[in-house]
C-alpha cells in the first residue's frame, strides 16, 4: 500500500511569489493535515482538512491556505512568501478526522525563499 | 494552553543499553499521544500510537507509557542500537496536534 506522497520535494521561490505544495494521503484516508518545521520552531500545525472542508488551523496568518479535492488529496498554498516560510512542510492523512486516528506522514517538502 | 515538552534535547548513548525517553504536557484532556521519530531533513515515522484511555503500547524494541493524570510519557528502547539514532517527537493529539521539540538520539556503535 502506497504511503503519503508530497510533490514537489523541493521547491525554491522568491520573497513576494506564491508556493503552491500537494499532498496524496493514503488510500481510504479522509483527513490530511499540514505542518510547517521550521529551523528551531520545532514542528508547528498548519491546516487540517477532512471531507474536503477546513476544520482546523494553527495560528499562521490567512496567506498560509489549501483546500481538499474530492478524491482527499490536498493542496497548501503559501501567497505573498517571506523569507521565514522557509522550512520542511509536512503532509499527514489519518483514517478519519478528530485526532482519534494514527497520523501517517508523508516525506515532506523541502521550501527556500530567497 | 497545551504545552508538551520534551527532556532531555540530546542523549548519547553507547550501543546496547537502555534508554528512556520523556515526554510531559500541561493539559491531560488529550485524546491519545502518539510517538514519531525523524530522520534528519526526512518527513516523520510513526511509532506509537497511545489512546487517552490506555496506559501503554509495545512495538518490538519499543515501550511507550501514557499517565494523563501525570501529564507525562515514556519511550522506552531497549536495547539500542545505531539505527536508532534519530529525532524522537511526541505529539499530542487535542483539538489540535501539538508536537514537542524532540530529543535527539544518537547511538554510540
Known amino acids: 500500500e502506497a504511503g503519503v506522497t508530497q510533490s514537489p520535494t523541493h521547491l525554491i521561490k522568491t520573497r513576494g511569489q506564491q508556493a503552491t505544495l500537494r499532498c496524496s494521503p493514503i488510500?481510504?484516508?479522509?483527513?490530511v493535515y499540514w505542518y510547517q518545521q521550521a529551523l528551531g520552531l520545532g514542528l508547528q500545525f498548519l491546516l487540517w482538512y477532512d471531507e474536503g472542508e477546513e476544520r482546523n488551523r494553527g495560528n499562521f496568518p490567512p496567506r498560509f491556505s489549501g483546500r481538499q479535492f474530492p478524491n482527499y488529496s490536498s493542496e497548501l498554498n503559501v501567497n505573498a512568501l517571506e523569507l521565514e516560510d522557509s522550512a520542511l512542510y509536512l503532509c499527514?492523512?489519518?483514517?478519519?478526522?478528530?485526532?482519534?486516528?494514527?497520523?501517517?506522514f508523508g516525506p515532506g517538502t523541502r521550501l527556500t525563499v530567497t | 494552553k497545551q504545552e508538551v515538552t520534551q527532556i532531555p534535547a540530546a542523549l548519547s548513548v553507547p550501543e546496547g543499553e537502555n534508554l528512556v525517553l520523556n515526554c510531559s504536557f500541561t493539559?491531560?484532556?488529550?485524546?491519545?499521544l502518539q510517538w514519531f521519530r525523524q530522520d534528519p531533513g526526512k518527513g516523520l515515522t510513526s511509532l506509537l500510537l497511545i489512546q487517552s484511555s490506555q496506559r501503554e503500547q509495545t512495538s518490538g524494541r519499543l515501550n511507550a507509557s501514557l499517565d494523563k493524570s501525570s501529564g507525562r510519557s515514556t519511550l522506552y528502547i531497549a536495547a539500542s542500537q545505531p539505527g536508532d539514532s534519530a529525532t524522537y517527537l511526541c505529539a499530542v493529539l487535542t483539538g489540535k496536534i501539538i508536537f514537542g521539540k524532540g530529543t535527539r538520539l544518537h547511538i554510540l556503535p
Open positions: 499527514a492523512s489519518s483514517l478519519d478526522g478528530g485526532l482519534i486516528y494514527e497520523q501517517y
Open positions: 493539559d491531560s484532556a488529550i485524546y491519545n
Open positions: 488510500s481510504g484516508h479522509t483527513s
